[in-house]
């Protein structure tokens, strides 16, 4: 929903802890050679949220609410300058993103439940003392490893008029609540599939010390993955240059094997392409897309992503479940499938009008359906089952998971988003220095002990 969007109006900052350690408390020592490397579980947001009155028809309403408010967020962050204002998710709504990671923060050491996040680099949490912020807090004064950065550091680009002591930052989000607090490092914690508990000290952070009205108590900030810019922290290039997450089929939110892995040791495998880092987001070159053996009259030229407009190309996001596509080449797409259907099933009705249903059931009804295929530069190939090309919106009504960017108006609808349910089965993995990205097609259980 357009309330879902906001809007960082102050900018953040670079910090100065330039070492990062990784000490790991198991006492086996890593193999010989192995590169560091961090590996922790990715919680499906319906394992924490169930309610089991839940019905497939609220599940689907869900995915599409939560897929527009994200499409609308990112398109207003695209369209923002590195250092100038940027938009941020409010992700305390009904729009609730759908993987959180687990870890814990000071010594001693308080569990946190954050939003998974490609799209920002910030790591936020809900501190003491705060306004309206729930049960789940961390009290950074009862914390043997936490450090304030003072305002006075030349790391601190925030005006400190009124908080000489203290760096502060303010999110700002549109018909929502504010995350303001102030900007420090502590060691954070993670409990791994593969080293047992792993922490890393001086990780900058910040500590948010107001999140009035936020719904859902559960989750306690957000786990940026972006990379850093001119003025914000990564946490992601603190650990090494690389990361990836593997995601199994999001329909089974008990699977136990949805994973992230940070550092040197993150799994670098598959087809790969080349990345572009663009005001904290990941831009691909998409180059074309195929429907079983056609490939699709869609020109390439339509994804492409250029100096001086902003409101264009294609990038991969964690917290978007739909895809999205520039109109054209969305009706291309949704024609082709129009043709494929006609005949066979009934089609569905539904609101928005651009939503593209048929009466049906996705496992009983589209064995066989051609995979769908997105074709990248340097040869990489994202392959889609039925899965993946379409959602269950209830018992008895599928849709294409897969809608035109121009929801958001004529502005955006240049900016392509390739979504969670087309990376679903795959582990995805980004390498900052090389700028490449990489695409696995993988039970993800056959990751777990790698």
């Known amino acids: 929903m357009p309330s879902s969007h906001a809007i960082l109006l102050l900018s953040l900052i670079t910090l100065p802890f330039t070492s990062t350690r990784i000490f790991t408390s198991t006492t086996a020592a890593p193999a010989a050679g192995k590169p560091k490397r961090l590996v922790t579980k990715l919680l499906h947001r319906d394992s924490l949220l169930y309610n089991p009155n839940d019905t497939v028809d609220a599940q689907a309403q ?22 100038d204002t940027r938009a941020h998710l409010h992700p305390g709504i009904s729009t609730v993103p759908v993987f959180y990671v687990n870890f814990s923060i000071g010594q001693p050491p308080v569990p946190q439940l954050a939003v998974l996040d490609t799209g920002s680099s910030l790591i936020w949490v809900k501190c003491q003392p705060c306004e309206q912020c729930g049960a789940t807090t961390f009290d950074p004064s009862k914390s043997l490893t936490y450090a304030t950065l003072p305002c006075d550091s030349s790391y601190c680009t925030n005006d400190c008029s009124g908080y000489p002591d203290e760096c502060w930052y ?4 549109t018909n929502g609540p504010d995350s303001q607090g102030t900007i420090g490092s502590e060691q954070f914690n993670f409990e ?12 900058g952070f910040g500590c948010s010390h107001n999140n009035a009205h936020f ?16 003025s914000t922290h990564s946490l ?45 987001s990941y831009y691909v070159t998409l180059e074309g897309i195929s429907l079983g053996e056609k490939m699709l009259d869609i020109d390439p030229n339509l994804f492409k992503k250029n100096d001086t407009w902003s409101d264009a190309g294609v990038f991969i996001d964690s ?16 024609k082709e499938v129009e043709d494929l259907f006609q005949g066979l099933l009934p089609s569905y009705p539904m609101d928005p009008a651009w939503h593209l249903c048929y009466s049906g059931n996705i496992n009983r009804d589209l064995q066989g359906f051609p995979a769908m295929a997105f074709h990248f530069a340097g040869g990489a190939d994202l392959v889609l089952d039925a899965e993946s090309v379409f959602y269950q919106e209830s018992s008895s009504v599928f849709c294409l998971a897969v809608g035109p960017s121009d929801i958001n108006g004529d502005r955006f609808k240049d900016l392509s988003i390739i979504g969670m349910i087309a990376q ?23 990751l777990a002990d790698d």
């Open 215 to 230: 719904s859902d108590e559960q989750f306690t900030g957000v786990f940026g993955l972006g990379p850093a810019t001119s």
């Open 192 to 203: 791994t599939s593969d080293e047992g508990k792993t922490f890393l000290d001086d990780v």
């Open 319 to 334: 917290g978007t479940t739909l895809t999205w596509l520039v109109p054209s080449a969305y009706q291309t797409l949704r």
């Open 424 to 446: 679903q089965n795959y582990n995805v993995a980004y390498d900052l220095v090389s700028k490449q990205l990489y695409f696995q097609r993988i039970d993800c259980e056959l």
């Open 62 to 83: 869900r995915t599409l609410n939560m897929s527009m408010a994200r499409f609308i967020y990112l398109s207003q962050k695209s369209s923002q300058k590195a250092h």
């Open 170 to 173: 303010n999110i700002r989000y």
């Open 236 to 280: 992601v290039e603190k650990v090494g240059s690389k990361f990836s997450y593997c995601i199994g089929n999001l329909n089974y939110f008990e699977y136990a094997y949805n994973m992230l892995i940070l550092g040197e040791g993150a799994i670098l495998e598959g087809d790969s392409t080349p990345m572009s880092v663009i005001d904290g």
